[in-house]
């Protein structure tokens, strides 16, 4: 098993950057499929970006596509989310998850992940 840890939430202003990392407490993290999704209150859970295991095939939800960049490392297999141009509706608890599919595979949907983080907050004010 592996527990996704989060970091790097926060608060900023529209139009701003952060970004958020995802590691394996205590392990790699190359081994696994990994996908970032949020779910703001009274929204649905939606993806935000997925990588595959080998880390070279990326998908991005509508809402983020041009403005959000996912990518990990080859040695530790932290992945990383680069955000950038935030607006307000971005705001919500944002979750990593992984899976064991791949190497090739990009995960879209939250149900074929197994392990998940707990979250860390962005919030983006006008």
């Known amino acids: 098993q592996v527990q996704p840890v989060e970091s790097g939430g926060g608060s900023v202003q529209a139009g701003g950057s952060l970004r958020l990392s995802c590691a394996a407490s205590?392990?790699?993290?190359?081994?696994?499929?990994v996908g970032w999704f949020r779910q703001a209150p009274g929204k649905e859970r939606e993806l935000v970006a997925a990588i595959s295991r080998a880390g070279t095939r990326t998908s991005y939800g509508d809402s983020v596509k041009g403005r959000f960049t996912i990518s990990r490392d080859s040695a530790m297999g932290t992945t990383y989310l680069q955000m950038n141009s935030l607006k307000p509706e971005d705001t919500a608890p944002y979750y990593c998850?992984?899976?064991?599919?791949?190497?090739?595979?990009?995960?879209?949907?939250?149900?074929?992940?197994?392990?998940w983080g707990r979250g860390t907050q962005v919030t983006v004010s006008s």
């Open positions: 205590g392990r790699t993290f190359y081994n696994y499929a």
């Open positions: 998850a992984a899976s064991l599919r791949g190497p090739y595979v990009v995960v879209t949907t939250a149900q074929n992940y197994t392990y």
